[in-house]
């Protein structure tokens, strides 16, 4: 079974420019997470998904963050305009049940770098 | 005061030994009670999972919750070169939000 995918692996832009993130879960986990870590900090939750609705989206640091599911499939993580301090690593994860401390299955993250 | 505190090392031992890695945290609502294992340049990978107070064993590894000190600890037996990595706690609860609060990680070596 192919776990959590996501593209691209490494992403280096400039500030003020635009990235989208994809993420593939887990086929039929309808639960859909997106995690950051900024260098030397902890990973920190941005957003939850349940199917193609935004279940919580209570991490996500400003509105130039957009997290989309369209179909409850993939996902995507778009920012615009991208910023220094959005450098870090973008992790999703996915889940089958709905319940927080569900086994979420984590990707191997797309490390961001902004110039 | 972050939610959850853990100690980043990084912790060096020989082969065979016993290894403690632990955490604390802040909110007695949590419920449940994460390790993560993640290798360099991959993400975190589940190791344990434990649901309130208790222990909970796979293998040479053990996992130990302690609500009433809040204080978690994961404990690897007999370790090995291949433990070499960096160990993640992760807590979270139906009352805090479905989120998610995870520690800074330990960074572990085995030496041969």
């Known amino acids: 079974e192919a776990g959590v995918t996501q593209f691209p692996s490494h992403s280096v832009i400039e500030k003020g420019q635009t990235v989208t993130l994809r993420c593939d879960p887990i086929s039929g986990h309808d639960n859909l997470y997106w995690y950051r870590r900024v260098m030397g900090k902890e990973i920190k939750f941005l957003l939850h998904?349940?199917?193609?609705?935004?279940?919580?989206e209570s991490g996500m640091p400003n509105n130039r963050f957009l997290a989309e599911r369209t179909g409850g499939t993939y996902s995507t993580l778009k920012v615009q305009p991208a910023e220094l301090e959005d450098s870090g690593v973008y992790f999703c994860?996915?889940?089958?049940?709905?319940?927080?401390?569900?086994?979420?299955?984590f990707g191997p993250g797309t490390r961001l770098t902004v110039l | 005061q972050k939610e959850v505190e853990q100690d980043p090392g990084p912790l060096s031992v020989p082969e065979g030994a016993i290894v403690s890695l632990n955490c604390t945290y802040s909110?007695?609502?949590?419920?449940?009670f994460m390790w993560y294992r993640q290798y360099s340049r991959k993400g975190p990978e589940l190791l344990m999972y434990?649901?309130?107070?208790g222990n909970k064993e796979d293998g040479r590894f053990t996992a130990q919750v302690d609500k009433s000190s809040k204080y978690i600890s994961l404990f690897i037996r007999d370790s090995q070169p291949s433990d070499s990595a960096t160990y993640l706690c992760a807590i979270g609860g139906h009352n805090t939000g479905n989120q998610f609060y995870f520690g800074t990680g330990t960074s572990l070596t085995v030496i041969p």
């Open positions: 909110n007695s609502a949590f419920q449940y």
């Open positions: 994860a996915s889940s089958q049940a709905g319940l927080a401390g569900n086994e979420q299955f």
């Open positions: 998904f349940v199917k193609e609705s935004k279940q919580d």
């Open positions: 434990t649901y309130s107070s």
